[in-house]
């Protein structure tokens, strides 16, 4: 199994809802990743785990919590959102072995999110 | 400037053309990755490279440490390859964990 599943495809939400984005993997990666990416532009990186721990945080909003709650998964809480948080979310994961150079990272398909 | 710069930025050829979309970084890396990304989101992994050359059916990528460069060429174009090619590059001072990206190639390549 080499897949990053990432669940729903796509969310439209209120800017007064909550939801939650769910990314799953189980190819024993310990790096996970939480990237944003708008329309013709790269991704940025958001959030990292690292062995389950919260590794990097790029000064994101607290309107965007991240948690691990065990190896092979990784969710995003979403909570009074703006409509500039209207991206595709992507989720990714990579071995976690920082003395290996070559790691690959897997993506996944994203959830497409529209903030009303 | 961006860190990673890509060009071209949009393409179109004709099937069966040879392709190759070039990508130059201005800092010190421990790994360079070409990525597919299609319609629709889903982004795939093509290569990793540290050093040389890798070759997977009709794509080939190529580093050049010394001049801060990769290329990845598409031999024999096919209309299936029409997506964003992005070129991430882990660089020696940012961690691990962190990915410079270019600002991707779009590809279209015609019937």
């Known amino acids: 199994d080499t897949e990053v599943t990432q669940t729903p495809k796509h969310l439209v939400m209120g800017m007064t809802n909550k939801k939650s984005l769910k990314c799953e993997q189980h190819?024993?990666?310990?790096?996970m990743y939480w990237y944003k990416q708008k329309a013709k532009k790269p991704p940025e990186l958001m959030f990292v785990y690292s062995y389950e721990k919260l590794s990097i945080n790029e000064s994101v909003p607290s309107r965007f919590s991240p948690e691990c709650p065990n190896s092979s998964l990784l969710n995003l809480h979403l909570h009074a959102l703006q409509p500039e948080d209207s991206a595709l979310y992507l989720c990714?994961?990579?071995?976690?072995?920082?003395?290996?150079?070559?790691?690959?990272?897997?993506f996944g398909s994203g959830t497409q999110l529209s903030v009303l | 400037k961006n860190e990673v710069e890509q060009s071209p930025q949009n393409l179109t050829a004709q099937e069966g053309e040879f392709i190759t979309i070039n990508c130059s970084y201005s800092?010190?890396?421990?790994?360079l990755h070409w990525l597919q990304q299609h319609p629709g989101g889903g982004i795939v992994s093509l290569f990793m490279?540290?050093?040389g050359k890798k070759k997977h059916g009709r794509l080939i990528a190529t580093i050049n440490i010394q001049e801060k460069h990769s290329s990845l060429h598409i031999t024999a174009s096919h209309p299936r390859d029409s997506a964003v090619y992005i070129c991430?590059?882990?660089?020696?001072?940012?961690?691990?964990?962190?990915?410079?990206f270019g600002t991707g190639t779009r590809l279209k390549v015609l019937a």
């Open positions: 990714a994961s990579s071995q976690g072995d920082r003395a290996n150079i070559n790691e690959k990272l897997f």
């Open positions: 190819m024993g990666h310990r790096a």
């Open positions: 800092v010190g890396i421990s790994a």
């Open positions: 490279l540290s050093s």
């Open positions: 991430a590059v882990r660089s020696t001072t940012s961690g691990t964990y962190k990915y410079i």
